[in-house]
């Protein structure tokens, strides 16, 4: 069974540009979530996908979009690179029925913004 | 909005001791999850724990949701224990987990 999986591993990028991050979720999962995760932090919640469409979103500019196709893979989009972008990303994944909201994490992309 | 706090911010242990991890949290929990942030960055499940007990070999960890908050215990702590803990708290309402700020562990030899 293959947990959560995300590429690329590790990012560099100047600031300006733009930044395309992927995410697998778990067999069985519908619902991804994506977080932030400055150094020496907690992660940070960006925004949520199910049934192909954003559902709840933290407090981030809409620099950050993302998308959700119909085998629940996820794409998270960075336009206009900041030098403060630089993280770790993480992509967790979940089922939404009831009673089953444990999120599974996946290996993370770590972004550089120079 | 959401607060979660966890205590302590850091604590440095001998092989063989035990330790207790807290987290507090501002509102009523839907789900709560206790992970542990390995060196490449990927947070590993421990416990999914909305309330009462759970024990998984040396690890256990309880939440009392009536006080908001919630415990995870270390026993005869190993050096592949070290690492951030973090604990993830969703709310009644809403999706996100919202994280603490983690506790550094660092077991020595």
């Known amino acids: ?114 | 909005g959401i607060q979660v706090e966890q205590s302590p911010p850091d604590l440095i242990l001998q092989e063989g001791a035990n330790s207790t991890l807290r987290c507090n949290f501002s509102d009523s929990v839907n789900n709560l999850q206790w992970f542990h942030q390995n060196p490449w960055g990927q947070l590993i499940n421990l416990f999914y724990i909305p309330s009462g007990t759970k024990q998984n070999g040396r690890l256990s960890a309880t939440t009392v949701a009536t006080e908001r908050y919630s415990l995870l215990y270390i026993s005869s702590s190993q050096t592949t224990d070290s690492g951030v803990y973090f604990c993830g708290f969703k709310e009644t309402s809403g999706s996100r987990l919202t994280f603490g700020e983690g506790t550094q562990l660092t077991v020595n030899p």
Request: hydrophobic share 30%; glycine share 10%; proline share 5%.
């Open chain 1, 1 to 114: 069974d293959a947990g959560v999986t995300q590429s690329p591993t590790h990012l560099i990028k100047t600031r300006g540009q733009q930044v395309t991050l992927r995410c697998s979720p778990k067999s069985g999962h519908d619902t991804v979530s994506w977080y932030q995760q400055a150094l020496g932090q907690g992660p940070q919640f960006i925004f949520q996908y199910y049934e192909e469409e954003e559902r709840q979103r933290g407090n981030f500019p809409d620099r950050f979009s993302g998308h959700q196709f119909p085998n629940y893979s996820s794409e998270l989009n960075v336009n206009a690179l900041l030098l403060g972008d630089s993280a770790l990303y993480l992509c967790a994944s979940s089922w939404r029925g009831v009673g089953h909201n444990e999120q599974f994490f996946g290996p993370g992309t770590r972004l550089t913004v120079l």
